[in-house]
């Protein structure tokens, strides 16, 4: 997400941005640290239209990588939870970028 914050300090960021990977990144960061985010936060952070979020959530939703949950005192609202492939995957993910990241250093910094 700061990549994401900080890449738009230097290119122009609606060129760059990708509506779905956005939801899955705001929906993962907040299941890291233990957060649940309603279907409106979601739209709100995908930074596009709600017809077009709504669009895109509805695809996530359909490929099993998030599922709308009912809250359970408001029925009004829903959240969504990132699925546990989804979440397992993005997890390696991340780790196979910071091995990558690792891995190009000059070996005196990496070893650190």
């Known amino acids: 997400m700061r990549s994401r914050e900080r890449r738009s300090a230097f290119l122009e960021g609606d060129l760059l941005f990708d509506p779905a990977w956005a939801m899955l990144l705001d929906i ?18 995908s930074g596009v239209p709600d017809t077009t979020a709504l669009r895109y959530l509805r695809v996530l939703e359909e490929r099993g ?8 005192t408001d029925k009004r609202r829903s ?3 990132i699925s546990t492939p989804t979440f397992e995957a993005m997890t390696k993910y991340f780790a196979a970028l910071e ?14």
């Open 65 to 72: 990588y998030v599922a709308r949950v009912a809250d359970e």
């Open 28 to 45: 993962f960061c907040a299941t890291l640290r233990g957060k649940r985010l309603s279907v409106s936060a979601v739209l709100i952070g």
């Open 99 to 112: 091995a990558d990241t690792l891995a190009s250093l000059p070996t005196k910094m990496a070893s650190a």
């Open 79 to 81: 959240f969504v939870k």
